[in-house]
């Protein structure tokens, strides 16, 4: 079945602490795209990228670095320098043209220790 | 900038029965798409529907269908025949044509519970 995945389900990250979050998709779509959801509030966009090798900052990438080496895969770094990442993140894809309908995965849940 | 806003944080509705939920949006833009998407307990995100702002007839998928208002910039959804798994959050969204990105504006969501 073609999907989007992402993993972990759940991520605790300690202080000062670089996590990564994978993303893993098999619908053979060139763009690829990370969120970030608050309790109460829409998504957010951090990062997205709409080819191999290339990658654009959203509205909130401080504290984020990504890397698209694979067109299946577009890992999300949350760094140290992010002094608030406690939220829920969620990975989309799309066909890239700018309009095209985005597929999201289940999320990953990061909490702070 | 475009700005999308869900007024109403919760709603409610017994099954079977009709519930519309309600969106506007503030953009200067004359060409630009709205979604609504559907978010369950399991946290995914799952398309509801799609409407193209140049298309004056009203998107409909099976129970679900929009009233798009575009001189008014609101975008409701509304669910007739209620049933339990319609209970989720409810986000709208917007995303224009000229950008090139994909960049999905989203609203703050509305808690829809279907009671039995």
């Known amino acids: 079945d073609g999907g989007i995945t992402q993993s972990p389900k759940y991520l605790f990250r300690k202080e000062g602490q670089n996590v990564t979050l994978s993303c893993e998709q098999n619908l053979n779509h060139d763009a690829m795209y990370w969120y970030r959801q608050d309790p109460g509030q829409g998504l957010r966009l951090i990062y997205y990228?709409?080819?191999?090798?290339?990658?654009q900052k959203g509205d909130i990438a401080e504290g984020y670095s990504v890397s698209r080496e694979k067109k299946e895969s577009f890992p999300l770094t949350v760094t140290s320098a992010q002094k608030n990442p406690t939220a829920f993140y969620l990975c989309?894809?799309?066909?890239?043209?700018?309009?095209?309908?985005?597929?999201f995965g289940p999320g990953t849940r990061l909490l702070v220790l | 900038a475009q700005t999308v806003t869900q007024s109403q944080p919760e709603m409610s509705v017994q099954e079977a029965e009709t519930v519309t939920l309600s969106c506007t949006y503030d953009t200067s833009e004359n060409n630009y798409y709205l979604f609504w998407y559907k978010q369950p307990p399991s946290r995914q995100m799952i398309l509801v529907i799609r409407?193209?702002?140049?298309?004056?007839q009203n998107a409909t998928e099976n129970r679900f269908s929009v009233n798009f208002q575009k001189a008014a910039k609101s975008f409701s959804l509304k669910i007739s025949d209620s049933q339990l798994g319609d209970t989720a959050m409810y986000f709208c969204?917007?995303?224009?044509?000229?950008?090139?990105?994909?960049?999905?504006?989203f609203g703050q969501g509305t808690t829809l519970q279907v009671k039995p």
């Open positions: 409407q193209e702002a140049y298309k004056q």
């Open positions: 990228s709409q080819i191999v090798n290339d990658f």
């Open positions: 969204a917007f995303m224009m044509d000229s950008s090139n990105t994909g960049k999905l504006i």
């Open positions: 989309a894809s799309s066909i890239p043209g700018g309009v095209e309908t985005q597929y």
